[in-house]
């Protein structure tokens, strides 16, 4: 499959460098950044999820009335919606948007995060929980027949869905993390295995352990990969530095977009940033850790460093290593939306082309050697 390109969406015009205390949904902005990155042609949106902040669903329903090829990945956690309430949901907003939902689910890597909202399962419990939710809403798409379920986790009776996906069949399921449990649940039954921006040593090991994952499961196809990344993009490498230390000035002081935890995370992927981020600050081409420093790993917060080139050759690199999603998203919001959607799309895409046509003119002259 082609490689695609994934942002996130900004309900309003706080972002990380120009924080807004409390901002409140801006409707107008929301709507003009999503048409915005449907217009440079990214293929996806993630809509985040977080026990303070707006309601994703409303959020991709919007997205969905205001733009005509995006797709809308809706962050999920488990505890906050039952299984057949959110097929339904989901299939709702697929019909909504003719065929654009997608769902991301988030396991929780956070006990006092997860509390807020009542729930207080051990981690492996959650991640236990996800995979019976994760086959709930399967069959929840795809069974014509009223049906019960009696598991750990959830139980009912009878339950028949009328809300089909518009293929008939199922939306994609994106799983997340970077712990063994992720690796399992999401190699045995995600479309999509969403990992953070690391170096390309330690992302080829975490692609050959999910891969891994579903050849045990005996699956006959593998998750795409979805890799993020923060990327500090400007005309020349020296002026891209210097933007990417104003960056981190603004980071390390002022007022604050999201509440930081100053404790060591529990989530494992935010450990194996922190890790990564003390060999040094700058790893292979361009991938910069002191923005992880500065957020504590709070979330994808790996920064790529450099002029256009320099990004479109470190994202070819994962490419290569097999991510067929590239999520890029800036600090400076709606404006680093217009540079990627400038500078970055384009030229990946147009290198990408460039290689398939060397292949084929390759394979064509193969055959006609033969």
């Known amino acids: 499959?082609?490689?695609?390109?994934?942002?996130?969406?900004?309900?309003?015009?706080?972002?990380?460098?120009?924080?807004?205390?409390?901002?409140?949904l801006d409707p107008e902005f929301l709507?003009?950044?999503a048409r915005t990155l449907d217009d440079y042609g990214f293929n996806y949106t993630l809509v985040p999820y977080l026990s303070f902040y707006f309601d994703p669903w409303t959020i991709g329903a919007t997205i969905a009335a205001h733009t005509k090829n995006l797709k809308i990945i809706i962050a999920v956690r488990p505890n906050t919606l039952y299984p057949t309430?959110?097929?339904?949901?989901?299939?709702?907003?697929?019909?909504l948007s003719s065929g654009r939902a997608v769902v991301h689910f988030i396991a929780g890597g956070d006990d006092t995060e997860q509390a807020r909202e009542g729930d207080y399962l051990s981690k492996d419990d959650r991640y236990e929980r996800l995979e019976e939710y994760i086959r709930i809403l399967r069959r929840a798409w795809e069974s014509p027949e009223p049906f019960d379920w009696d598991g750990k986790h959830y139980q009912f009776k009878n339950f028949s869905n009328r809300v089909r996906p518009v293929n008939g069949k199922s939306i994609p399921v994106s799983v997340g993390g970077s712990s063994d449990a992720a690796y399992r649940i999401g190699g045995q039954h995600a479309d999509i295995f969403g990992l953070w921006g690391e170096p390309l040593k330690e992302t080829k090991e975490q692609i050959d352990r999910i891969y891994a994952e579903a050849e045990r499961a005996g699956r006959t196809d593998r998750p795409r990969i979805w890799v993020t990344f923060r990327p500090i993009v400007a005309e020349t490498e020296e002026l891209a530095w210097a933007k990417a230390h104003r960056t981190l000035e603004a980071l390390t002081s002022g007022t604050q977009a999201f509440p930081r935890r100053a404790d060591q995370?529990?989530?494992?992927?935010?450990?194996?940033?922190?890790?990564?981020?003390?060999?040094?600050?700058?790893?292979?081409?361009?991938?910069?850790?002191?923005?992880?420093?500065?957020?504590?790993?709070?979330?994808?917060?790996?920064?790529?460093?450099g002029s256009p080139q320099t990004i479109v050759d470190s994202l070819l690199?994962?490419?290569?290593?097999?991510?067929?999603?590239?999520?890029?998203?800036?600090?400076?919001?709606?404006?680093?939306v217009h540079d990627y959607g400038r500078?970055?799309?384009?030229?990946?895409?147009?290198?990408?082309?460039?290689?398939?046509?060397?292949?084929?003119?390759?394979n064509g002259d193969a055959v006609g050697s033969g």
Do not use: C
């Open 1 to 24: 499959m082609p490689t695609e390109f994934i942002s996130a969406v900004a309900p309003n015009a706080s972002n990380e460098l120009h924080p807004i205390p409390n901002a409140p």
């Open 31 to 33: 709507a003009r950044y």
């Open 85 to 95: 309430v959110a097929a339904k949901a989901l299939a709702t907003l697929d019909q």
């Open 265 to 305: 995370p529990q989530n494992v992927g935010s450990q194996r940033l922190l890790d990564i981020a003390a060999r040094g600050d700058v790893q292979d081409r361009a991938l910069w850790y002191p923005t992880v420093k500065a957020t504590n790993a709070g979330g994808a917060s790996t920064a790529l460093v």
């Open 317 to 336: 690199d994962y490419v290569d290593l097999g991510a067929e999603l590239i999520s890029i998203r800036g600090y400076d919001n709606l404006n680093d």
């Open 343 to 362: 500078l970055i799309l384009p030229k990946v895409r147009e290198a990408l082309q460039e290689r398939a046509k060397k292949a084929l003119a390759s």
